[in-house]
């Protein structure tokens, strides 16, 4: 109304402050109608998913008979010993797994893709293709969302970067190499949106591992990638991660962080 009373008047008789105040009203107004918009837009995409998802039991009988029992792991018994350790809490695995609204269930699969003949698999040779595979079922609570009933890209990052970390390690171990994984980048293409109260399966491949040209103790670079995919099989988060391998003395462990070091470590 005010820019219309603006364009109604004389140039002559409008002042400086007048139409200081008009764009300041205009931008304001502007702005209000694109959050409008941004969060209709997101309430829209949650109501118009109305596909019933198949339950984490169900999907989880189908990657067994898929994988095989003998590349399941127990989950549970491999985090507990790292737990242990901590006097902190571990974001994804302690933090939000507490409570029936955000990580409520999780099932995991790893092995190790047979090598080819004519493969190189000595990195004293230069870079090796990565062998380590996991496929890992995840069941979302609602606490975990951004948009209305849309699961936050931040912690779409957060699963990414951990369970790829996981196959880093299994790669790592596959190798007979000493250290910790680090992330060092960490790409995201989000493609579609995730929404809460689904499950998910996350797939994770180590692509290379080469080792690295610095000065000091021994280091590593490896390449992994990962997807979060949903029930009809769409990639809805593509994941490119370069790690560091390396070894820290304890010395330099016990100063930075106040603990003694652990021998295991997960990603990120």
């Given amino acids: 109304m005010r820019v219309r009373w603006l364009a109604s008047r004389r140039p ?8 200081s105040t008009s764009m300041l009203f205009t931008r304001r107004a502007t702005a209000a109608a694109a959050a409008a918009t941004s969060c209709a837009a997101a309430k829209l995409l949650a109501s118009c998913d109305t596909t019933a998802p198949p339950s984490f039991d169900a999907w ?3 990657l067994q008979k898929k994988l095989g029992a003998s590349s399941r792991i127990d989950f549970q018994a491999e985090v507990a010993p790292f737990l242990a350790t901590r006097t902190d809490k571990y974001f994804l695995w302690q933090t939000l797994t507490e409570g029936e609204r955000r990580i409520k269930r999780i099932a995991a699969w790893r092995w190790l893709r047979p090598a080819e003949e004519s493969e190189p698999t000595n990195l004293a040779d230069g870079p090796v ?3 380590a595979r996991m496929s890992v079922l995840v069941q979302l609570g609602d606490e975990l969302n951004g948009h209305d009933g849309v699961v936050h890209g931040g912690f779409s990052a957060a699963l990414m970067d951990d369970l790829v970390g996981w196959v880093t390690m299994a790669e790592t171990a596959a190798q007979g190499l000493p250290g910790a994984p680090l992330t060092s980048t960490l790409n995201l293409r989000y493609r579609r949106p995730c929404f809460g109260d689904r ?4 797939n994770m491949r180590a692509v290379r591992v080469e080792r690295r040209d610095r000065p000091g103790p021994p280091s590593w670079a490896v390449t992994a ?3 979060i995919v949903d029930e009809m ?3 809805c988060v593509e994941a490119e991660v370069l790690y560091v391998v390396k070894t820290f003395d304890a010395a330099t462990l016990a100063s930075a962080t106040g603990q003694a070091p652990t021998a295991t470590k997960m990603g990120g």
Avoid: K
Wanted: aromatic fraction near 4%; proline fraction near 0%; charged fraction near 25%.
């Fill in 199 to 202: 499950t998910y399966q996350a």
């Fill in 60 to 62: 989880e009988t189908t």
């Fill in 233 to 235: 099989g769409n990639v």
């Fill in 225 to 227: 990638h990962g997807e």
């Fill in 12 to 19: 002559s008789e409008i002042t400086e402050h007048e139409v």
């Fill in 129 to 131: 293709s990565g062998r």
